[in-house]
């Protein structure tokens, strides 16, 4: 992988250090990073999955976000449909972790406002080394949040936490950033999905996107890498652009988001 922006002095060295470039502006003040792989033609999936758009590069980058946060935030859409498991990174990865100062393991932040979650599921249940975080809002079912309370007395490392609902019964975005920082959850990697990625962008709390383009065109039928409901009339986010790197066609972009709460 080579770095194309910043323009490396060194022209002869075409690989760069991913744990290096995306740390540079990120590790010291912290704030809520999106991560998303997308089609060139705008697709956020292949059949069905973002794993069908993933190359190489796209998981290093992967790797090397998550080896950066605090935190991963993801729908429970996504969760379920990617299969997501508790966080026990290798060894090789603690050590990258712990040279960043950062806690060996990120925790895992699944967001469900109707908590219709499968709690047999070993994301739930098998959180030893990092704890796995239910976020949800105030309107979800007493029923539902009693049986999260009950696994959460368990031997697994699971923990409920309440934020506001809105008007429409959704989590509040902006209050659930709030509550991961009052737990010392200061690097907030957001891993989708679009509509999570939709309602963190409406919120005014993306501080930076991380986007991978994929070198092949997806076709009709995928959906976008945002959605939910629209946006106010403010004026849309504007980007700047502070990163790129490439490796086998695909494109790896890092941008700041000019107007983030």
Known sequence: MRALLPAPSDTTTEQVDVHAHYAEGWVEPG????????????AASSAGLSRGLQTPGDNAVFA?????????LVGAST???EN???SDPPERRKVIRRA???????????????????LSAELFTAATVAPTLVITGSSAPLSRR????????????????EAPSGSDG??????????????????ILCEGGPRLFGAAVGAGC????????????????????IGGKPWSDEPTPRLTLTGLLTEDDALFCRYRVQNAA
Do not use: K, W
């Open 31 to 42: 704030g809520v990073r999106i991560n998303f792989v997308t089609s060139v033609d705008g």
């Open 64 to 72: 090397a976000l998550r080896d950066l946060a605090d935190v991963i």
């Open 79 to 81: 969760a379920a449909a």
């Open 84 to 86: 997501y498991r508790p």
């Open 100 to 118: 960043y100062g950062l806690a060996e393991a990120p925790a895992i932040a699944v967001m469900s406002s109707s908590l219709r979650l499968d």
């Open 146 to 161: 009693n049986d999260l309370i009950d696994l959460a007395g368990t031997t697994t490392r699971l923990q409920l936490i």
């Open 170 to 187: 959704e989590v509040d975005f902006a209050a659930t950033v709030t509550s991961l920082r009052e737990l010392g959850y200061h690097r």
């Open 206 to 225: 993306v501080d930076e996107l991380c986007l991978s383009v994929s070198p092949l065109l997806a076709g009709p039928g995928a959906g976008r890498i």
